[in-house]
């Protein structure tokens, strides 16, 4: 049986071209989510990926070709990991709750884990339309995520009277992103920038009552 699990184990393991493709990868979401679409150059991928510049043409069509993975990957893992904390939660977590662990796995792993997310979300508004097709679909489905933790606390009552539900998750959404460009971890903490994003929930959308759950 030990036997058997290591030959899968073998079988699973990256081949070096696998893993240099990652590297690469791993490489351009630094450089991107640091310099940008206009500064990201192949030769500073390469340098970071230790990989000579014309080797990314065997893995990738073009320059583009590269961001526009960097996107679409940055946007699927971070779908990936906040569902994945949802689905974590204790059966019976209320709607808010659920939310409040949204807001602070999307803000840790924007900020602080993923460079993939970070560029993705600092360049959404600079590469060309082209680029945007296949990663919108991915932040549509994380849009849908949203949307229903929204729809369920409403539904148990847990929002103030008269929001504009989706109004005030787009704007949840666009401030969190936008802590990408201007959070400085010198300045305030990734826990002070979390507690204040639940406070926003909690006092700005949600029903009267609800506010002591900001420090938990």
């Known amino acids: 049986m030990a036997q058997r699990a290591a030959a899968q184990q073998q079988v ?8 240099t493709r990652e590297r690469i990868l791993d490489a351009a979401a630094h450089v991107l989510s640091r310099k940008g679409y206009a500064g990201t150059r192949l030769s500073d991928v390469a340098e970071v990926a230790e990989v ?13 070709d590269l961001i526009e993975e960097v996107m679409w990957v940055g946007a699927h893992r971070v779908r990936l990991h906040v569902q994945a904390v949802l689905d974590a939660l204790p059966e019976g977590t209320e709607p808010i709750d659920r939310i409040l662990a949204a807001v602070e796995e999307h803000l840790r792993y924007e900020l602080s884990i993923s460079d993939y997310t970070t560029a993705s979300v600092r360049n959404a508004g600079q590469v060309p339309e082209q680029l945007r097709t296949r990663p919108a679909e991915e932040e549509a489905a994380y849009s849908r995520i949203w949307r229903d933790l929204f729809d369920e606390a409403a539904r148990a009552g847990q929002l103030r009277d008269g929001l504009d539900i989706n109004v005030s998750r787009l704007l949840l959404l ?12 010198r300045m305030r903490s990734l826990t002070d920038l979390v507690a204040a994003a639940r406070s926003l929930v909690l006092h700005g959308m949600g029903a009267p009552g609800l506010g002591e759950r900001a420090g938990r």
Do not use: H, V
């Open 12 to 19: 699973a393991a990256p081949t070096k071209s696998e893993r």
């Open 52 to 64: 000579q510049a014309p080797a990314i043409y065997y893995y990738f069509a073009s320059r583009d």
């Open 174 to 185: 666009g401030s969190m992103n936008w802590a990408a460009e201007w959070w400085n971890p």
